[in-house]
């Protein structure tokens, strides 16, 4: 069963949200959990002036997926940053090049879920999961989002990102908030419960 983290980040704070998704699916007996990165569509100079570049070397090493890449997936589990409430061009780069798979139904019946950050607190996390969601849906993927038992999101004891849409992470207006634990054992739980039940999907 193959479990596929695919995630773009700029600044790390996803990509380490990433890592924590899939540490929680590779726990499912007989996940075979695989990180990629999706491809940076803004020029190296723009980086530059937008300080991200050294962000960015820390999972360099990563492969950058493909449309192949999801269509041999049994899970999906999608990492991408808020903008302005949607999902970054780059992630939508990817998926508006899945025609082929949608002809195909290449994705029919594939568990989808969706993680997500944002600079503040209300920045629009829930919309960018929900908004990701219909593409998904158009493909025909099972959604997957993070439920209750995961009682970790209903914290008020700390500033803390989760909802039962998925797992996600408050960057700070200046992105030097990384992940804390509590939004990490979320995104451990969302990796777990998506592998689960792709697991259960699989037969």
Same mark, same amino acid.
């Given at each position: 069963?193959?479990?596929?983290?695919?995630?773009? /980040?700029?600044?790390?704070?996803?990509?380490?949200? !990433?890592?924590?998704?899939?540490?929680?699916?590779?726990? &499912?007996?007989?996940?075979?959990?695989?990180?990629?990165? &999706?491809?940076?569509?803004? #020029?190296?100079? &723009?980086?530059?002036?937008?300080?991200?570049?050294?962000?960015?070397?820390?999972?360099?090493?990563?492969?950058?997926? +493909?449309?192949?890449?999801?269509?041999?997936?049994?899970?999906?589990?999608? @990492?991408? #940053? +808020?903008?302005?409430?949607?999902? +970054?061009?780059?992630?939508?780069?990817?998926?508006?090049?899945?025609?082929?798979?949608?002809?195909?139904?290449?994705?029919?019946?594939?568990?989808? /879920?969706?993680?997500?950050? /944002?600079?503040?607190?209300?920045?629009?996390?829930?919309?960018?999961?929900?908004?990701?969601?219909?593409?998904?849906?158009?493909?025909?993927?099972?959604?997957?989002?993070?439920?209750?038992?995961? !009682?970790?999101?209903?914290?008020?004891?700390?500033?803390? @990102?989760?909802?039962?849409?998925?797992? /996600?992470?408050?960057?700070?207006?200046?992105?030097?908030?990384?992940?804390?634990?509590?939004?990490?054992?979320?995104?451990?739980?969302?990796?777990?419960?998506?592998? @689960?039940?792709?697991?259960?999907?699989?037969?």
């Amino acid at each position: 069963m193959k479990v596929h983290v695919v995630f773009y /980040s700029m600044y790390g704070h996803i990509w380490k949200m !990433a890592e924590a998704v899939a540490e929680g699916a590779r726990e &499912v007996n007989g996940a075979q959990v695989k990180l990629f990165q &999706v491809e940076e569509t803004l #020029p190296e100079e &723009v980086l530059k002036k937008m300080n991200a570049l050294e962000a960015r070397k820390k999972f360099a090493h990563l492969p950058v997926a +493909t449309v192949d890449d999801l269509a041999t997936a049994d899970a999906i589990i999608f @990492g991408t #940053p +808020t903008r302005f409430g949607n999902m +970054t061009a780059q992630m939508r780069a990817l998926l508006d090049a899945t025609g082929g798979l949608w002809m195909k139904g290449s994705l029919i019946g594939k568990a989808g /879920s969706v993680f997500t950050s /944002s600079a503040t607190q209300h920045g629009g996390q829930e919309s960018t999961i929900l908004s990701f969601h219909i593409t998904l849906l158009h493909h025909g993927m099972v959604i997957v989002g993070m439920p209750y038992s995961e !009682a970790r999101q209903m914290t008020v004891a700390e500033i803390s @990102g989760g909802s039962p849409y998925g797992a /996600s992470t408050i960057a700070g207006h200046d992105g030097s908030r990384m992940p804390s634990e509590n939004e990490l054992a979320m995104a451990r739980f969302q990796g777990r419960h998506v592998a @689960g039940i792709a697991k259960k999907l699989a037969g």
